[in-house]
């Protein structure tokens, strides 16, 4: 059974810095795109960044770029989410989800961790 | 700042048949790129609920279809049933942005 578990979410202040963890279980880690995808309050869903296999290409959103940092270890079965500079706008439940390979949809997601920022 | 565009919401009576636009350009779906819908129950993840346009998950009932033309896709559920209520969004990939987009999701309400 596929298990996408977050964690590292919390209360920070504007301009701070979290790091997510997504811990994964019962498929091949290293075999596939991971990404993460976050929703604000009340709001509708926004892809944030993704990450290849092997974690040697990634992507982001422009809303995040260059502030935001996507990584995995694959000896761990762990995807992170490395956030900075961080805004209101920022907060978000923040999903990992798995993109399945032959048709680019993200068949399973996480229950997803809270980032919130205010001061 | 979706590029992927549905209704806010849609709502039928048990039984009813409903359907849910998302409305795209040529950088995404009209582009060719594939269209997958997504349900999220209150309080929930999302979950897959249809792929590469008009496929099923193994476990969706056959009352959720799919389809897909020039740059728009729909979704629609016969025999809406009350466990249907939830927001349901669109997603495919686009070029212009390099990176995947989701639509601006459509609330389902069973009256």
């Known amino acids: 059974e596929v298990q996408l578990l977050e964690s590292g979410g919390g209360l920070v202040q504007p301009g701070g810095s979290l790091r997510l963890s997504c811990a994964a279980s019962g498929f091949s880690f290293s075999t596939y795109i991971m990404s993460w995808v976050r929703q604000a309050p009340g709001q509708g869903l926004e892809w944030v960044s993704g990450i290849s296999g092997s974690g040697g290409s990634t992507y982001y959103a422009d809303s995040v770029k260059g502030r935001f940092t996507i990584s995995r270890d694959n000896s761990k079965n762990t995807l992170y989410l490395q956030i900075n500079s961080l805004r209101a706008e920022d907060t978000a439940l923040y999903y990992c989800?798995?993109?399945?390979?032959?048709?680019?949809?993200?068949?399973?997601w996480g229950q997803g961790t809270l980032v919130t920022v205010s001061s | 700042q979706s590029v992927l565009t549905q209704p806010p919401s849609v709502s039928g009576a048990p039984g009813q048949r409903v359907t849910i636009s998302c409305t795209g350009s040529s950088s995404n779906i009209g582009a060719g790129y594939d269209v997958h819908w997504y349900q999220q129950l209150p309080g929930t993840a999302p979950n897959l609920l249809i792929y590469a346009n008009n496929n099923r998950p193994s476990g969706v009932p056959d009352r959720f279809s799919g389809s897909k033309s020039g740059t728009s896709a729909s979704l629609a559920i016969t025999g809406l049933q009350a466990e249907d209520e939830a927001d349901y969004y669109c997603?495919?990939?686009?070029?212009?942005?390099?990176?995947?987009?989701f639509g601006t999701g459509t609330k389902v309400t069973v009256l």
């Open positions: 989800a798995k993109r399945n390979s032959v048709y680019e949809e993200f068949d399973y």
């Open positions: 997603q495919s990939y686009d070029s212009s942005l390099s990176g995947y987009v």
